[in-house]
């Protein structure tokens, strides 16, 4: 299994100071791309500016969209001969009035054997996420800013025909659709 | 002339035995470097004595002389110094035999017991770069990625048996045994490499841009492939390998040629340069498994970078273990010796290679 990776290719994260968030999954690991709401903080004592990340649900809104700018490639040297590029997809965000968070962190893996957890031993970006329980980066993707991800970021929904990457109720993955998300 | 580091630990200050073995092996196989200036029948003698030598030291005997080799094989510390020193001779030949074989397209590396190998891959590709306008501080960000490729290596082993009475009877003989052993293992190794390496190049894509697998030869596909690997392994220039029975089949389109009896054609089976490309020959191997079989497979042209990473990793994990039990240890009065060796492989590199199937 590969998590997705993630390229902030330009984003208004990279200039706003609060368009960027520390934040924790209780529940689940978080691959980079993955959004999420971040509507509360994290009570526990020294992590008092760590936002606690939840699925994104219905109730909450769902309005974060992403148009597919193209089918692009991500150069990951996994020691084939033949190509060792990984196809990916360019998007643009459109909407983003749900307020919704993606997660992002510079992709040093952890490789966790028992208890036991071990660092920079492994340079292959998809084989990292961001583990349950420990703190990460996360964006809040704004109109007009433009990521490029794997296909390991977008949920079970063939592409198809499909030109919109959706937020989409009860995972953390984007998801395929034929439309911007309307509510 | 180089010793790997486990038998130099293993050797001491008595690593010269190991260096004249390594000698005497080279010498006999007429490949590496060896002393010409001594005869191998001389080396012969000389080593013999020195095997002794270093078997009495192990086994904390003042002396071998004159004790008659059955008694000998009774005493435990020199039934284990006897096979101790063995591997450590495998050990010291190992490496360099492989890389012999296989050393075209294969990287070999050696560990301790209780290691894995992770081989870091640079990425190959460049950035693409795009026309600006000139108002705007940056572009888009582009990144590459490293990837890795880990080998976790696996025992492999032979179980040798002679009988008591044979050996009494001097029709069998454990160190010819083992010996034997020993070369089934480098066999085997040689074999796995191979078939690791000619099952990732018939995986390659056939078609689109990505095009490295071509099914039947023409002069054209020979030159596109050949230029095609050369570029893109950084100009490394390419060369084409395959066994002498696939090589023969590189010629040019035009059928309208020529060849005296004095042209390499002739003489040695195949054009040694062809279309600005140098040809080598991949020494076919026996499937000893299989009577009368050939391992390497004649139907294959590789198109490969000799001086660009190498694209199979052979991993060897720690010395080559001996298990030899007693003489009179069998309840059927037999005797085994085991070797042990413990290695991998995986495809991992930066590099592309490129492969023309012969129909």
């Known amino acids: ?183 | 002339m180089k010793i790997p580091s486990n038998v130099i630990a293993f050797a001491g200050d008595k690593v010269k035995i190991y260096e004249q073995f390594k000698d005497y092996f080279n010498h006999y196989h007429k490949k590496g470097s060896f002393d010409e200036t001594v005869s191998l029948s001389e080396k012969e003698n000389k080593i013999n004595i020195a095997v002794k030598e270093e078997i009495a030291r192990l086994s904390n005997l003042p002396t071998v002389d004159g004790i008659a080799p059955e008694v000998l094989a009774t005493s435990p510390m020199y039934s284990w110094a006897t096979f101790a020193v063995i591997g450590a001779m495998v050990d010291a030949i190992l490496p360099d035999a492989i890389i012999d074989s296989v050393g075209l397209y294969t990287n070999v590396l050696t560990g301790g017991y209780g290691d894995s190998f992770s081989i870091d891959i640079k990425p190959r590709d460049l950035f693409v770069v795009s026309k600006a306008g000139k108002g705007k501080r940056t572009s888009e960000v582009h990144k590459q990625f490293e990837g890795q490729v880990t080998i976790v290596p696996e025992f492999h082993d032979i179980t040798v048996q002679v009988a008591l009475y044979k050996v009494l009877a001097g029709k069998e003989n454990l160190a010819e045994f083992a010996m034997k052993a020993a070369k089934s293992l480098e066999a085997q190794m040689t074999v796995d490499a191979y078939n690791c390496f000619n099952t990732a190049m018939e995986a390659l894509d056939n078609a689109g841009d990505d095009l490295l697998r071509v099914a039947g030869y023409s002069q054209s596909t020979f030159v596109e492939l050949a230029q095609k690997v050369t570029a893109w392994n950084g100009g490394n220039k390419s060369i084409a390998v395959a066994t002498q029975l696939a090589l023969q089949n590189v010629l040019p389109n035009d059928a309208n040629y020529r060849y005296d009896l004095d042209s390499d054609y002739a003489k040695i089976g195949y054009v040694k340069s062809f279309a600005g490309t140098d040809l080598m020959v991949l020494p076919q191997i026996s499937d000893y498994k299989n009577p009368f079989k050939l391992a390497l497979d004649d139907n294959n042209i590789y198109i490969i970078s000799p001086s660009a990473p190498k694209l199979i990793n052979l991993a060897l994990e720690g010395s080559t273990i001996s298990i030899t039990n007693g003489l009179y240890d069998n309840a059927n009065l037999t005797q085994n010796t085991t070797m042990k060796k413990s290695y991998g492989l995986a495809v991992g590199t930066s590099s592309i290679a490129a492969i023309i199937t012969l129909s």
């Open chain 1, 1 to 183: 299994m590969s998590y997705n990776v993630l390229v902030q290719n330009a984003v208004q994260a990279m200039n706003i100071d609060a368009l960027n968030r520390s934040a924790m999954c209780t529940t689940a690991n978080v691959d980079n791309g993955n959004v999420f709401y971040l509507a509360s903080k994290s009570s526990t004592a020294g992590e008092g500016e760590v936002w606690l990340a939840t699925q994104p649900a219905t109730a909450s809104g769902l309005k974060l969209s992403f148009t597919l700018v193209g089918t692009t490639y991500l150069s990951i040297a996994d020691g084939n001969i033949g190509t060792q590029r990984v196809t990916a997809y360019e998007l643009e965000c459109v909407d983003n009035s749900s307020n919704l968070w993606m997660a992002y962190s510079p992709e040093i893996v952890t490789v966790v054997s028992g208890t036991k957890k071990y660092k920079g031993i492994n340079p292959d970006p998809r084989d990292f996420t961001n583990l349950e329980d420990e703190v990460f980066t996360a964006f809040k993707p704004q109109v007009g800013d433009i990521v490029t991800m794997t296909a390991d970021g977008i949920g079970a929904t063939a592409i198809g025909s499909n030109t919109f990457a959706v937020a989409t109720t009860g995972q953390y993955k984007l998801d395929w659709a034929a439309t911007a998300n309307a509510a």
